[in-house]
């Protein structure tokens, strides 16, 4: 063991000691771009075979975006060393001088940086001259495509056609008879011979299970009695079964001999001595038994009467509910089946999503449908403002008052309503004539106005700084009132954020009203908030 770890020591020192200091170098195909170009940016990096890269992922090559990164490629291997290649794909869509900043690349936990670098984004030119300018055209709607509709009928449709498919094959299908179902159709005189066949081919005699044999004989010609002669032969005992079939001789029912039934009553008493008292006869009379039983079946059989038209009906009808309980059986089965598999689905979308939110997917509801839907992300106004919402807002045309008009030059406003229940979204920018102030408190306490004299009543309001993702400061103003529902008169509870943000010349407002108590609303407006995106300068 000590030369072991000796040798151990040594390896793992001349491993140390052949490792050498990590290369990296980086480099750009040009510095150089117009807006929306891309950069490639290529970092090589020489290590040891052994060693563990990671390269740098994700956005942080900001103010550059990242348009793709290549795997990483391994582009020379020696014996002890390797190099690797892995580029980016970088690009800007705003001109101006951009620095790319350095970038760490993690070596067996140690970090290495790449130098940093200077890219220049010119925009690209626009001859105003030659080319015709044209005015904005006005939005227009356009009707929203059922592609999304298709899909969930589809997959209605499809899940409607496995269950009745299910049905199908599980219920409906005639499948054909198994071995033991056959034989439960069987007559009772064709099924006795059956058994006594199968019983001479068992290996009870083999093995000296003399009870057993002689159990399964004596049930074989009992159920027999009992099926076709109708005498109630399982029940009693051998004596009283005896003096059943000789009163069924006596009174002409049953044209059975009298040395037959001799016989029949010594194989009783035989079988009752192997059960009870342990007799264990010869094998050659045990065989020789099973040869009497048969025979006094078939003289039972020939000794019946043939059967009446009314018998034979009444065994066909016999084989037919046989086999509609059967039909029913595997109805019941498939449709207890069927509720079992959608109670356990019901029961675990109820334990992960809640009851609400599965009675809402089945039932509908228009601000659940508004979250999961297809998002518009778009850019409204001048300033503009950039954010994402389940629905394009609309442009609206605001008349200014006289007195406005003299200090704003321009207002550009955008809402969506929703017809059902509550949650309405605006957007507003606002450009003054002069470079003043945005005059913020005052435009917050117009929206609050304008609140009242809609009649919405007992509202509440609070305020506090609202950041947007990137580091942009506004006033947030929120609270709780009773509006008015847009389907009817009735006020009902909600609640509102209005955000305002502006600086010398310009101000910029977002206005959302909702339900109270709808948490889906609130999902999307926190959504909202989390891609809203302006700017404090013209």
């Not at 000691?17 to 020489?46: R, W």
């Not at 990483?72 to 800007?92: C, F, G, N």
């Not at 304008?450 to 919405?456: I, V």
């Not at 310009?506 to 995106?533: H, M, P, S």
Request: proline residues 4%; aromatic residues 10%; negative net charge.
């Amino acid at each position: 063991m000590r030369c072991l770890v000796m040798g151990l020591f040594l390896l793992y020192a001349s491993n140390a000691y052949t490792q050498t200091t990590p290369k990296i170098a980086s480099e750009v195909d040009t510095t150089f771009i117009k807006i929306g170009e891309q950069v490639t940016f290529k970092v090589t990096v020489e290590v040891d075979s052994t060693a563990q890269v990671i390269f740098p992922d994700g956005q942080t090559f900001s103010p550059l975006e990242t348009v793709e990164a290549s795997d990483t490629d391994t582009v020379l291997r020696q014996k002890e060393r390797m190099t690797l290649l892995k580029t980016y794909a970088l690009t800007q869509f705003d001109s101006g001088a951009y620095k790319l900043p350095t970038q760490r690349i993690e070596i067996d936990g140690k970090g290495y940086f790449t130098d940093s670098l200077m890219i220049n984004v010119a925009t690209v030119p626009v001859d105003t001259l030659k080319q015709q300018m044209f005015d904005i055209k006005p939005l227009i709607q356009v009707e929203r495509t059922s592609g999304s509709y298709w899909k969930l009928l589809l997959g209605i449709l499809g899940a409607l056609l496995l269950i009745a498919g299910l049905f199908y094959w599980f219920v409906f299908r005639k499948k054909p008879l198994s071995e033991a179902e056959k034989e439960a159709l069987l007559p009772p005189y064709d099924r006795a011979l059956m058994e006594l066949k199968r019983l001479e081919n068992s290996r009870y005699l083999i093995q000296d299970e003399y009870k057993q044999y002689y159990s399964e004989l004596t049930d074989i010609v009992r159920s027999y009695l009992e099926e076709d002669v109708h005498v109630s032969a399982l029940e009693s005992t051998t004596d009283q079964l005896i003096e059943k079939l000789e009163l069924l001789k006596d009174s002409g029912e049953l044209e059975l001999d009298t040395e037959t039934i001799v016989q029949f009553k010594k194989i009783l008493q035989t079988a009752d001595l192997v059960k009870f008292a342990k007799s264990k006869p010869d094998t050659l009379v045990a065989e020789q038994d099973r040869k009497t039983i048969e025979q006094i079946v078939v003289k039972t059989h020939d000794a019946l009467p043939e059967p009446t038209e009314e018998e034979l009906m009444q065994q066909a009808e016999y084989q037919e509910e046989f086999m509609r309980r059967k039909q029913r059986k595997k109805l019941v089965i498939g449709i207890v089946v069927l509720f079992g598999v959608l109670f356990t689905g019901a029961a675990i979308a109820v334990a992960n999503y809640g009851f609400s939110y599965l009675k809402d997917s089945i039932l509908g509801h228009p601000t659940k449908e508004l979250l999961e839907g297809e998002w518009v992300a778009s850019s409204y106004g001048f300033p503009p403002i950039v954010l994402e919402t389940p629905k394009v807002l609309v442009r609206k045309q605001i008349e200014l008052p006289e007195e406005a008009q003299k200090a704003i030059k321009e207002l550009q406003a955008f809402e969506y309503s929703s017809q059902v229940g509550l949650f309405d979204i605006g957007v507003s920018s606002v450009t003054y004539k002069e470079p003043i102030e945005a005059p913020i408190d005052q435009t917050i306490e117009q929206l609050l106005q304008t609140f009242q004299a809609a009649g919405a009543k007992n509202i509440i309001t609070k305020d506090d700084v609202f950041t947007t993702i990137s580091g942009v400061k506004g006033t947030r103003v929120y609270g709780s009132g009773k509006f008015k529902s847009p389907s009817s008169e009735e006020l009902i509870k909600g609640k509102y954020e209005i955000l305002v943000f502006g600086a010398k010349g310009f101000q910029q407002t977002i206005g959302i009203t909702y339900l109270e108590d709808d948490a889906y609303a609130q999902q999307i407006v926190d959504r909202i908030k989390n891609t809203l995106e302006v700017k404090l300068e013209l």
